[in-house]
C-alpha cells in the first residue's frame, strides 16, 4: 500500500493497471483501492494548494 502511494505521489503518471492488480493481490478490495488513490490525492491537493498559498507550516510541525 504504502509502495503504491509513493508511486502515485511521485510519478502519477507511471501508474498502470499493475499496480493496481499488486494490491489485490495481497488482499485489498477495489474500495481499498479507492480509498488509497482518494486519500493519497487529497493530500497531494492540499499540500499544493497551501504552497501555492505560501501558507506558512504550523509550528509543532518539525522542520526537515
Do not use: H
Not at 503504491?4 to 499496480?19: F, H, I, N, R
Amino acid at each position: 500500500m504504502l509502495t503504491y502511494a509513493v508511486k502515485l505521489t511521485q510519478a502519477p503518471g507511471e501508474m498502470t493497471a499493475a499496480d493496481v492488480e499488486a494490491l489485490r493481490a495481497v488482499g485489498f478490495s477495489d474500495r481499498d483501492v479507492l480509498d488509497i488513490v482518494e486519500v493519497t490525492a487529497y493530500y497531494a491537493y492540499a499540500n499544493r494548494i497551501a504552497d501555492g498559498l505560501g501558507v506558512d507550516p504550523e509550528g509543532w510541525l518539525p522542520e526537515d
